[in-house]
T-cell receptor, first 111, second 114 residues
Framework: DAKTTQPPSMDCAEGRAANLPCNHS???????VYWYRQIHSQGPQYIIH???NNETNEMASLIITEDRKSSTLILPHATLRDTAVYYC????????????FGPGTRLSVLP | SQTIHQWPATLVQPVGSPLSLECTVE??????LYWYRQAAGRGLQLLFY??????ISSEVPQNLSASRPQDRQFILSSKKLLLSDSGFYLC?????????????FGDGTRLSIL
């Protein structure tokens, strides 16, 4: 599976959009991009995933570049409760055994 | 809707004691099930996954074992705990078979070995 690269930490002002980048330059055509977040002492929470089209749900938007080598997770109006570690994962269609959680990005939403 | 339950939430055990952590899923059938461990400040490490009753795949050699006695029940066990078994244990499920659907995690068990 392709590896991902994320900045170790980011800050965002409360009420502003949080844009979390992920680089996956070696992604192959059949690999999906997933985003999770983990709030301290809780299990990871699924946010969104996509293959090549941009996706939006009630939590966030996922923007995947045309060449699919990078993506951005957008939290449109960050709140203090969005402070968490955010993980970007790429994997092929499989039985789920290749979900690899790297160190992620620690997002701090500041009042 | 589907839900996943893990218990206990926290556990303190002496070295050499046995372990049994249980995970159950409701609202779905024939899910893929997973056990992960997360060391403090680290990413998640996949320990075991199962695609069906009695079918267990181990990802890393270790002091732990897993069993799936029922379709929606996944158990993590050890006969003798080591200090290195301390950590945050997470159970997860996803739709059965080959799938692009995401995994969904339980709230985890924080295990401390003394």
């Amino acid at each position: 599976d392709a590896k991902t690269t994320q900045p170790p930490s980011m800050d965002c002002a409360e009420g502003r959009a949080a844009n979390l980048p992920c680089n996956h330059s070696t992604i192959s055509g059949n690999e999906y991009v997933y985003w999770y977040r983990q709030i301290h002492s809780q299990g990871p929470q699924y946010i969104i995933h996509g293959l090549k089209n941009n996706e939006t749900n009630e939590m966030a938007s996922l923007i995947i570049t045309e060449d699919r080598k990078s993506s951005t997770l957008i939290l449109p109006h960050a709140t203090l409760r969005d402070t968490a570690v955010y993980y970007c994962i790429v994997r092929v269609l499989d039985y789920g055994q290749n979900f690899v959680f790297g160190p992620g990005t620690r997002l701090s939403v500041l009042p | 809707s589907q839900t996943i339950h893990q218990w206990p939430a926290t556990l303190v055990q002496p070295v050499g004691s046995p372990l049994s952590l249980e995970c159950t899923v409701e609202g779905t059938s024939n899910p893929n099930l997973y056990w992960y461990r997360q060391a403090a400040g680290r990413g998640l490490q996949l320990l075991f996954y199962s695609v069906g009753i009695g079918q267990i795949s181990s990802e890393v050699p270790q002091n732990l074992s897993a069993s799936r006695p029922q379709d929606r029940q996944f158990i993590l066990s050890s006969k003798k705990l080591l200090l290195s078994d301390s950590g945050f244990y997470l159970c997860a499920w996803s739709g059965g078979g080959l799938s692009n659907q995401p995994q969904h995690f339980g709230d985890g068990t924080r295990l401390s070995i003394l």
